[in-house]
């Protein structure tokens, strides 16, 4: 098979693609011929030994994939042979093939395109996590948050605009903070009732949120950080939330005064160590959320598209902040 190897920590053009034996097909496994992989900006942190979790070295990056069964290990039920699946995988997902878990496969709809599956993982179950699992909201009842604000960061991006469509399925009224006019309004696209302009400055962030919400915001969603998350802080209402979801524009400075302020509240999301530490309850909350995809409910964009050969760019793309949206790599 062909692979993208990260030999040593480092610069993202010192991915190599290169051929490798196939990985061995072990009890409980299936080999997936890898039709696509979803690219994260986690996996360019990770590529640089930027992130908290160090790999071991050499690895091949890449943690979800969508694949076609193409053998399945002797206790396996062979009847799955040919199916399109997802699988999450860790690592290893930037590569023709793959070998993956029996029991962690995901059937998807055939409404789903393979570019929407393989891109929307980490991003929807981020937000999936946040808004469900640590804010409590309930999504059977979205009606709940009819009079609520959601303001989203980062929102041309794939977490950012993953925030946005859950948000408005769970009933949230979203402002959409992005870099460009074509990220403002993929958001717009995804249901937001406004988009704010985050190259106006951090102040005109936040004050327009104020004024959009009429007086203040319920939640604030920000996968940025650094000041621009500091200052929005300011934007929240009484017992507001600020979900902290990552830190692209480094780590905030958050004042504790501005905090106990009108009881705001502040809730870490870490949704890569719960789904580790609780993998059977992450599979249930991936299928819940593949659900309500094939019902419509959810819509994940489709994704921008590079060759495997091409991987190091993806990752520089993303860096840089030059793509909206998501993006997969397709085997060349």
Same mark, same amino acid.
């Given at each position: 098979m +062909?692979? *993208?190897v990260c030999?040593e920590?480092?610069?993202?053009?010192g991915?190599e693609?290169v051929d490798?034996d196939?990985?061995?097909?072990?009890?409980?496994?299936v080999?997936?011929?890898?039709l696509?992989?979803?690219?994260?900006?986690?996996?360019?942190?990770?590529?640089?030994?930027?992130?908290?979790?160090k790999?071991?070295v050499?690895?091949?990056?890449?943690?979800?994939?969508?694949?076609?069964?193409?053998?399945?290990?002797?206790?396996?039920?062979? $009847?799955?042979l040919?199916a399109r699946?997802l699988a999450?995988?860790?690592? =290893?997902?930037?590569?023709?093939?793959a070998?993956?878990?029996a029991?962690? @496969?995901? #059937?998807l709809?055939?409404?789903?395109?393979?570019?929407?599956?393989?891109s !929307?993982?980490?991003?929807?179950?981020t937000g999936w996590f946040? !808004?469900v699992?640590?804010?409590?909201?309930?999504?059977?009842? #979205?009606?709940?948050?009819?009079?609520?604000?959601l303001?989203v960061?980062?929102?041309?991006g794939g977490?950012?605009?993953a925030?946005?469509?859950?948000?408005? #399925?769970?009933?949230?009224?979203?402002?959409?903070?992005?870099?460009?006019?074509? $990220? +403002?309004q993929?958001?717009?696209d995804?249901?937001? &009732?406004?988009?704010?302009?985050?190259s106006?400055?951090?102040?005109?962030?936040k004050?327009?949120a $104020?004024?959009?919400?009429g007086? =203040?915001i319920? *939640?604030?969603?920000?996968?940025?950080?650094g000041?621009?998350g500091?200052?929005?802080?300011?934007?929240?209402?009484?017992?507001?939330?600020?979900?902290?979801?990552? !830190?692209? =524009?480094g780590? /905030? $400075? @958050?004042?504790?005064n501005?905090i106990?302020l009108?009881?705001?509240?502040?809730?870490?999301?870490?949704?890569?160590a719960?789904?580790?530490?609780? /993998?059977? #309850?992450?599979?249930a909350?991936?299928?819940?959320v593949?659900?309500?995809?094939g019902?419509?409910?959810?819509s994940?964009?489709?994704p921008? &598209?590079?060759?495997?050969?091409?991987?190091?760019?993806?990752?520089?793309?993303l860096?840089?902040?030059?793509v909206?949206?998501?993006?997969i790599?397709?085997p060349?």
């Open positions: +062909r692979a *993208v030999k920590f480092g610069p993202l053009d991915l693609v490798l196939d990985p061995p097909l072990l009890i409980g496994h080999r997936l011929r890898v696509a992989s979803g690219v994260n900006y986690v996996d360019g942190l990770l590529v640089q030994g930027r992130y908290q979790i790999p071991v050499p690895f091949v990056p890449g943690m979800e994939v969508v694949g076609e069964i193409v053998e399945v290990a002797g206790d396996v039920d062979a $009847k799955i040919g699946v999450n995988l860790g690592f =290893g997902g930037y590569a023709t093939h070998v993956a878990r029991d962690r @496969l995901v #059937a709809p055939e409404s789903m395109t393979t570019g929407q599956a393989a !929307f993982l980490q991003s929807y179950l946040a !808004f699992q640590r804010l409590g909201d309930d999504p059977a009842n #979205a009606a709940a948050n009819a009079d609520r604000w303001l960061l980062g929102a041309g977490v950012g605009l925030a946005v469509d859950i948000g408005v #399925a769970l009933g949230y009224r979203v402002i959409a903070a992005a870099s460009s006019a074509d $990220k +403002r993929l958001a717009l995804r249901g937001a &009732v406004h988009a704010v302009d985050v106006l400055g951090d102040d005109a962030v004050e327009a $104020k004024d959009l919400s007086g =203040g319920d *939640v604030l969603y920000d996968p940025v950080g000041s621009l500091e200052v929005c802080l300011r934007a929240l209402r009484e017992d507001g939330n600020y979900l902290v979801i990552g !830190f692209v =524009g780590i /905030p $400075k @958050l004042p504790a501005q106990l009108r009881n705001r509240r502040v809730t870490g999301v870490d949704w890569g719960w789904a580790t530490r609780n /993998p059977e #309850a992450n599979t909350m991936l299928r819940e593949i659900g309500l995809i019902e419509g409910r959810l994940p964009v489709e921008a &598209v590079y060759p495997l050969s091409r991987a190091a760019d993806a990752l520089a793309d860096d840089a902040r030059r909206a949206g998501k993006v790599l397709l060349d």
